[in-house]
Structures are given as C-alpha cells and as structure tokens.
C-alpha cells in the first residue's frame, strides 16, 4: 500500500535504528501502540466492536443466526428431519474481512484474503450451537491489522456469546511479531512492515495455550 | 518413445501407482524412519516403510520451463513453473525499487477429484487453497534468487491429483523440485514435514499419505531448509488448545523427516544429471 512507496535510503533507516532497538515513532522494541476499544457501535448487530491501534482501526460487528431454516438450505438438506438435526449440531465461527475502504487494488484484496485465513483459524477452536458470522471491516490501516482484528472480535465475541459458552472456552488473541535484521519488534506499523523479512503471528488464548500459529514473509529464521 | 524405452527393474511389479509411462523418473527408496512405525507385524511395518518413502518424478508436462511431481504415499501433487515471463503491472510498482526482484506468485489447486472425504472439490479456489497457496510462497521465496531475475514474474502452478494426507508438505516438495527443474537459482532445497496429533492424543505422529488422519486433528508443518539451516515457514493449525513447548516439540520431531527428504530429494537430482555432469556437482 503506501508503503511500497519507501525509497532504498528510508528502508535502511528504519532497519538500521531497529538494530539499535530505537523504533521511529520512539517505541521500546516490544510495546505495543496506544489502543481503544469501543463496543455497541450497531443497532441490527448481535454485538460489535471497533478498535483503533495508531491509525489502524477496525470495525467488527457479530451476528448470530437465529433461523435454522436458513441454514438448511444453505447446506443442501431437505424437509423438516435437517431442521431439528440443526439445532443439536455445533456451528464454527465464520469470518469475512472486508477491505474496500482502502481501495480495491490486489494488494487490499490480498491483505483481506489473508486476514480472513487468519483470523479463521483462531476460531477454529470455537463452537457455537448457532451460526455465528463475524464481519470485519477495516476503516483504516497502519500495520498490525490482525492483532487489531482479533481484539475486536475477540471483544465483540464475548459480548454475543452466552457466558455458558465462554466459561469453556477462553476467547484467543493473535500477537504478531516481526524480525528485522536480528531484532524483534511487535505492533509494526506498515513503514516497519515493509521493512521485515518475516514474522511470526500466534494466537493465544487466556491460558497461555496456542490455538493457532504461523510464519509469513519473504524471509527465513 | 515411451514403448521402445524399458521399464526400470526397479520398479515393483505390482506398482499400480507409479506412473511406469514416463520414464525419466527414477526410483528413489528414502530411508525408513527410525521410531515412527509401531510395534508391528511383518506386512504393516513394510507397508509403514513403503508410506513413507517419496517417488519423485520431473520433466512430466511437457510445455512448461520446470515440473516436477512427487508421491508420498497416496498423495500425489504435480507442480509446473512457467516464466520468468512480464511482471505484473500495477499502480505503486512503477517505482523502479519494486522491480529489483521477481515476483513470485503460486497457484494451488486440489483438483475435483482429488480429496476422500469431502466429494468433489469446486472449481474455484477456496479458502483453504488460498491459504496453502501464500503459505507455499512464503516458504520458498526465502530460497529462491529472486534478485536475479529482475522485472520479471515467476509463476509457479500447484495441482494435487490425491489429497491423502500430508498434502501441503508434499506440495513444498513437489514445488522445490519443480523449481530446481526449471533452472531457477536457489540458495538451498526447502523440504517440509507435517506431524498430526488427534484431539485428546499426547504424542505427535508423522503424516504419512495414507488418508489415515481425519479432519479433526492439531497438525503443525515445518518447510525447512537443511544446508542453512533455517526454517523457511511453519503453519500449525490446532483442534484444541495447544501448549507452546507441545508446539516446539512437535517442530523439532518434524525436523529429521525434513532432513531425510532433503537428502533423497538431492540424491535424486543429481543422478538425473547425466553421468559426465556428476563430477561437477555442488557439495
């Protein structure tokens, strides 16, 4: 995105003063940005959440499915027998990343694509005895959108689901971390983004567990 | 051509999945796996062996710079590279630092009738395949000279004929090969390894491609890189919960099998060289 717009000499800056763990917004290495959360923005969503980390923000809203019949159909089953089969089953999580208001060029569609691959697999753990949809849509964006994300729909979660449900499962949150040169840093805005080779993002629920983990990026480690 | 050329005696007699018709694969028997095969009767631990022994084959489509094409068991994945070819053009990459490297772009594709238990497989990429496809760019673009080929694109085009089990570390394989085929320079081989572990279970067992793992288990996969000795991606996707020294322990498991295909994969390169060639192999 903006960042592609870097020149050779900036890149080398940012990556020179990480070695020397001085971030160029000031931050120490593993601190995170300054981070709001907002909840209930929406009247016709089960529960919703937006959350600002720096510039980059996110708006979550979640929805509970309360027709069965829909969802028959959805799957290609027929008559009443599917219906009452429906309400014993437990339903996974589905998410949906929308990125257009960043524009619509591939390079959006593909920060989209991977963030929904992402933040699925965090709930994949998760089950819910109705069909939960999680839309996310991104207002804004200055790296680190999937610890944005997960904290917004991690948040928004916990206020739709029964607390029966939550009590079971701790809802998870990703953290990313991003090496440039031999250092670590975490919360990259995209300048920094743009600079590392590879990162690392895992998710984490309340216990410490892992739910989900995996590396990205053109580089090594 | 194919009828005047003999079949390799190497080849077993009752190898119904071998493809015998192209005969510019050669047979390479990967070392059996120390610790992997339960306490066995004689036929299931051979049977174990021959699971988990790679059949490489390259040079299988006919129109492409590079292919290769890799069993692993029942699975089979075919990989083409086409390019280097016209970078794709786009508003931000008309700055001249954005094309100081080629562009690296995968497809992945199970094919509809490639998966066991879930039917037939759509046309269009789903969610899964796109997944498999960034994960399989991100792993070997650390391996490859990309700075070689300035303002040009690579792409790189992954079919998998048979889904039964360890697909995505098999398409790693299959992938490397196809790009060591194509001439491509690289700066090491990257093979990778998947281990699984059913919800519930304590120990980590090797994938193997027998469509024996069912849907519902934790897998981490490691795409590892044996002369550098780097790891060049790692996915793990859990059913449940996992501690982090459960996740690490199931990485270093994965790391002997990833040598092990490494050193079968390199062997079976350089005797495709022609007997002249060998001499001046790279150590």
């Given at each position: ?27 120490q ?27 980059t ?12 019949g829909?969802?028959a159909?959805?799957?290609g ?24 208001c ?20 965090l ?99 | ?23 510019d ?10 610790g ?36 692993f ?36 594709k ?58 995505l ?15 491509l ?20 067992q ?18 590892y ?59």
């Amino acid at each position: 995105l903006l960042a592609q717009l870097l020149s050779e000499p900036e890149r080398q800056y940012i990556f020179d003063s990480v070695q020397d763990a001085v971030r160029i917004d000031g931050r120490q290495c593993l601190a995170y940005r300054q981070a709001a959360l907002r909840l209930d923005l929406l009247c016709y969503a089960t529960a919703s959440a937006q959350v600002s980390l720096g510039e980059t923000d996110v708006l979550v809203s979640v929805r509970e499915e309360d027709n069965p019949g829909a969802t028959a159909q959805q799957q290609g089953s027929t008559g009443s027998v599917a219906v009452q089969q429906q309400q014993a089953v437990s339903h996974p999580v589905s998410v949906w990343v929308d990125c257009s208001c960043l524009g619509s060029g591939p390079e959006q569609q593909q920060l989209a694509d991977e963030a929904q691959a992402h933040l699925s697999s965090l709930y994949r753990c998760l089950r819910t005895p109705t069909p939960v949809f999680v839309d996310i849509l991104l207002l804004g964006y200055d790296g680190n959108l999937l610890d944005a994300a997960s904290i917004a729909a991690s948040a928004a979660l916990m206020r739709a689901l029964p607390a029966s449900l939550l009590s079971a499962q701790a809802l998870p949150l990703f953290a990313t971390v991003h090496r440039i040169g031999s250092q670590q840093i975490v919360d990259a805005n995209q300048l920094e983004e743009s600079c590392s080779m590879a990162r690392v993002t895992v998710g984490v629920d309340s216990n410490g567990r892992l739910v989900a983990c995996q590396t990205c990026g053109e580089g090594s480690l | 051509r194919n009828s005047q050329l003999p079949i390799s005696d190497h080849v077993m007699p009752l190898d119904r999945y071998r493809n015998t018709a192209l005969v510019d694969g050669i047979d390479v028997r990967a070392l059996p796996l120390a610790g992997d095969c339960p306490a066995p009767a004689s036929e299931g631990k051979q049977q174990q062996q021959q699971q988990q022994q790679h059949w490489f084959q390259r040079r299988l489509v006919q129109d492409t710079v590079g292919s290769g094409y890799v069993e692993f068991g029942d699975t089979k994945v075919l990989c083409s590279v086409h390019g280097p070819m016209e970078p794709k053009r786009s508003v931000l990459t008309d700055a001249g630092a954005e094309q100081s490297r080629a562009q690296l772009q995968v497809y992945y594709k199970l094919a509809p009738f490639a998966s066991h238990q879930a039917g037939r497989v759509s046309y269009l990429p789903d969610e899964t395949e796109r997944r498999a496809a960034s994960f399989l760019q991100d792993t070997l673009a650390p391996s490859l000279r990309l700075d070689r080929l300035p303002k040009s694109r690579i792409e790189l085009h992954c079919l998998v004929l048979e889904d039964a089990g360890c697909c995505l570390a098999t398409a790693v394989n299959c992938a490397c090969l196809a790009l060591v085929d194509a001439g491509l320079e690289m700066y090491d081989l990257v093979t990778a390894a998947t281990v699984c572990r059913p919800v519930g279970a304590t120990d980590w067992q090797l994938e193997v491609g027998d469509g024996s793992n069912s849907g519902g288990s934790s897998s981490v996969t490691l795409a590892y890189m044996r002369s550098l000795r780097q790891v060049a991606g790692m996915l793990v996707e859990a059913a449940e919960p996992l501690q982090p020294r459960e996740v690490s322990a199931a990485c270093r498991i994965c790391e002997d099998p990833c040598k092990m295909t490494h050193s079968s994969l390199r062997q079976f390169l350089l005797d495709c060289l022609p007997a002249d060639d060998r001499t001046a192999k790279i150590a």
